[in-house]
T-cell receptor, first 112, second 112 residues
Framework: SQTIHQWPATLVQPVGSPLSLECTVE??????LYWYRQAAGRGLQLLFY??????ISSEVPQNLSASRPQDRQFILSSKKLLLSDSGFYLC???????????FGPGTRLTVL | GENVEQHPSTLSVQEGDSAVIKCTYS??????FPWYKQELGKRPQLIID?????GEKKDQRIAVTLNKTAKHFSLHITETQPEDSAVYFC???????????FGKGTSLLVTP
């Protein structure tokens, strides 16, 4: 069966520091991968999605970037964090031919 | 882009009553509409979904209806239980066919 991992689970970072969040999927090949952010008490905002290695689509221009160096690995990065980057970051995957998206356990980021 | 409106933002019902959450979407090309349940601090979990070639789908106490002409879809939970308490999100797939656009969520509270 397929599983999705994210790390770290929680992170506290100072303003201006870099960020790297990692997501990996097991048990499937060529998944579509997604990064979402959820601010406290708010909905899910799509940040990036990828349909293949090296292919990244950005939905919202901002302080973040994404990369997909391997088929089942998706990385979210920032060179300099802002206070507004705090939130719950969720990675998700879907099958290449399907629509159902399944979420990872998330990373709770606090920027101080 | 796709715009998904969700109502109500909060809903309180007594155990055993029914709960209905409604969503509207703007992109007539959308053809996939999932519903997610998110408990506090946890990842969103897919609970039911519907495609545009179907008007209604049921899974035990949960049902979803879709009106393509009016561009709205609804989640119905019957015989609610305290463990149904959570935030529920509707979503519609974007025209690209890959990414989901989420509603802002409905916080459901089921009181014993």
């Amino acid at each position: 069966s397929q599983t999705i991992h994210q790390w770290p689970a929680t992170l506290v970072q100072p303003v201006g520091s870099p960020l790297s969040l990692e997501c990996t999927v097991e048990g499937t090949s060529n998944p579509n991968l997604y990064w979402y952010r959820q601010a406290a008490g708010r909905g899910l905002q799509l940040l990036f999605y990828s349909v293949g290695i090296g292919q990244i689509s950005s939905e919202v221009p901002q302080n973040l970037s994404a990369s997909r160096p391997q088929d089942r690995q998706f990385i979210l990065s920032s060179k300099k964090l802002l206070l507004s980057d705090s939130g719950f970051y969720l990675c998700a995957w879907s099958g290449a031919a399907g629509n159902e998206q399944f979420f990872g356990p998330g990373t709770r980021l606090t920027v101080l | 882009g796709e715009n998904v409106e969700q109502h109500p933002s909060t809903l309180s019902v007594q155990e055993g009553d029914s709960a209905v959450i409604k969503c509207t979407y703007s992109d007539s090309a959308s053809n996939y509409f999932p519903w997610y349940k998110q408990e506090l601090g946890k990842r969103p979990q897919l609970i039911i979904d519907i495609r545009s070639n179907v008007g209604e789908k049921k899974d035990q106490r949960i049902a979803v209806t879709l009106n393509k002409t009016a561009k709205h879809f609804s989640l119905h939970i019957t015989e609610t239980q305290p463990e149904d308490s959570a935030v529920y999100f509707c979503a519609a797939i974007l025209g690209s066919g890959y990414a989901l656009n989420f509603g802002k969520g409905t916080s459901l509270l089921v009181t014993p």
